[in-house]
């Protein structure tokens, strides 16, 4: 069964530029997977960023933005605060109606 | 403003049943599919199961399949997930979402325990 794949962990530094990435491990991610990006705190519900690849949810900075990166979906941050270290999951439509989430990528800011 | 609010989590017994609800408000109810996704303690998000606008059509994961039903009510603007033969590894928060995933509450917890 094709699974989705996240980078278990990344670093960035205070101010920098991260790009996390939301694979398959058959296949290419295209839009047609719909890709949605959550960040979540522990003890919280995960908080929408992004969906359909690339729009913005609502009150979300433009710091994060969504694209497809050759054959994955990305998520960027720019210039990364210390509030932004956190845990953050994708998910694609992988079609029959089904849904599948990444493992997550915690993120640490330092 | 979007509201999704989920109640009915609670202690059960493996093999034990619960019925979730998520009552919806805000948005046009009827004209969206409607998620429920779970996270168990310490772990990832995992899509459990959706439903059409008119409920005829209706998709699970597949440790599910068989003993979930999710359904709807349209006139009362809520979700539901029946949960039968309930395991320990079911427990878990539970989260409703609208069709795209955009759009979550804030869950209620299911503890499947002896």
């Known amino acids: 069964q094709t699974v989705v794949t996240q980078e278990p962990s990344f670093s960035v530094s205070p101010g920098g530029t991260v790009t996390l990435t939301c694979g398959l491990t058959?296949?290419?991610?295209?839009?047609?997977?719909?890709p949605a990006w959550y960040q979540q705190t522990p003890g919280l519900a995960p908080r929408t960023l992004i969906y359909?690849?690339?729009t913005r949810s609502f009150g979300v900075p433009d710091r994060f933005s969504g694209s497809i990166l050759g054959n994955k979906a990305a998520l960027t941050i720019t210039g990364a605060q210390a509030d932004d270290e956190s845990h953050y999951y994708c998910?694609?439509?992988?079609?029959?109606?089904?849904?599948?989430f990444g493992g997550g990528t915690k993120l640490t800011v330092l | 403003e979007v509201q999704l609010v989920e109640s009915g989590g609670g202690l059960v017994q493996p093999g034990g049943s619960l019925r979730l609800s998520c009552a919806a408000s805000?948005?046009?109810?009827?004209?969206?599919?409607m998620n429920w996704v779970r996270q168990a303690p310490g772990k990832g998000l995992e899509w459990v199961a959706n439903?059409?606008?008119?409920?005829?059509?209706?998709y699970y994961v597949e440790s599910v399949q068989g003993r979930f039903t999710i359904s709807r009510d349209n006139a009362k603007n809520s979700l539901y997930l029946q949960m039968n033969s309930l395991r320990a590894e079911d427990t878990a928060v539970y989260y409703c979402?609208?069709?795209?995933?955009?759009?979550w509450g804030q869950g209620t917890l299911v503890t499947v325990s002896s």
């Open positions: 979402a609208t069709g795209s995933l955009r759009y």
């Open positions: 805000g948005f046009t109810f009827n004209t969206y599919w």
């Open positions: 439903i059409k606008q008119d409920g005829s059509g209706k």
């Open positions: 058959s296949g290419s991610v295209s839009t047609s997977y719909y």
């Open positions: 359909a690849t690339n």
């Open positions: 998910v694609l439509f992988m079609g029959g109606g089904t849904w599948m």
